[in-house]
T-cell receptor
């Protein structure tokens, strides 16, 4: 049973457009929700993260929206650029020492010039 | 800024051989995580250590073992390698419980 479900699996966006990736989680004990960006052959790099006491967090062109009652959160990439083309993973964990991240299945984003 | 360092970056082993992967966390980070990522898959959690003690265990085969040493570096030991063990293995570290985890560049293991 996948505890974090991510959609879409792939996404094509024109340069300058908005990329939106959605995630839903099952475990209500989760209290930390990061997004990672991964380029081929590289490790996941932390983009932005949110905790459930906040409904939205913005860092530059990246925004996380969080809906605790619906157990959903999403990543918005504004003014998408070709350099944003990568695989994006949402993840969730809970606030205990050494607790692992549970990842969504990933979204392969392609931004067309 | 210093990042998580993994070695080796690439490793080719034959079936039934043994492999050891090393991870050096970001300085002062006390928590280390190991993940396995197959082609086109999301990272799957294997095991984690907090202050040199195993803190959580995921889908790690019995053929694999890991430990965290006094200098906080960690090693993943993999024995009786199988073709299906071919994957990217990532190590991540974090400073305290619940903090952001930073990933290394990974070790690409190929079992032939």
């Amino acid at each position: 049973q996948q505890q974090v479900k991510q959609s879409p699996q792939s996404l094509i966006v024109q340069k300058g457009g908005i990329s939106i990736i959605n995630c839903a989680y099952e475990n209500t004990a989760f209290d930390y929700f990061p997004w990672y960006q991964q380029f081929p052959g590289k490790g996941p790099a932390l983009l932005i993260a949110i905790r459930p006491d906040v409904s939205e967090k913005k860092e530059g062109r990246f925004t996380i929206s969080f809906n605790k009652s619906a157990k959903q959160f999403s990543l918005h990439i504004m003014d998408s650029q070709p350099g944003d083309s990568a695989t994006y993973f949402c993840a969730a964990s809970y606030n205990n020492a050494g607790n692992m991240l549970t990842f969504g299945g990933g979204t392969r984003l392609m931004v067309k010039p | 800024a210093a990042g998580v360092i993994q070695s080796p970056r690439h490793l080719i082993k034959e079936k039934r051989e043994t492999a050891t992967l090393k991870c050096y966390p970001i300085p002062r980070h006390d928590t280390v995580y190991w993940y396995q990522q197959g082609p086109g898959q999301d990272p799957q959690f294997l095991i984690s250590f907090y202050e040199k003690m195993q803190s959580d265990k995921g889908s790690i085969p019995d053929r694999f073992s890991a430990q965290q040493f006094s200098d906080y570096h960690s090693e993943l030991n993999m024995s009786s390698l199988e073709l299906g063990d071919s994957a990217l293995y990532f190590c991540a570290s974090s400073l305290v419980a619940g903090a952001e985890a930073f990933f290394g560049q990974g070790t690409r293991l190929t079992v032939v």
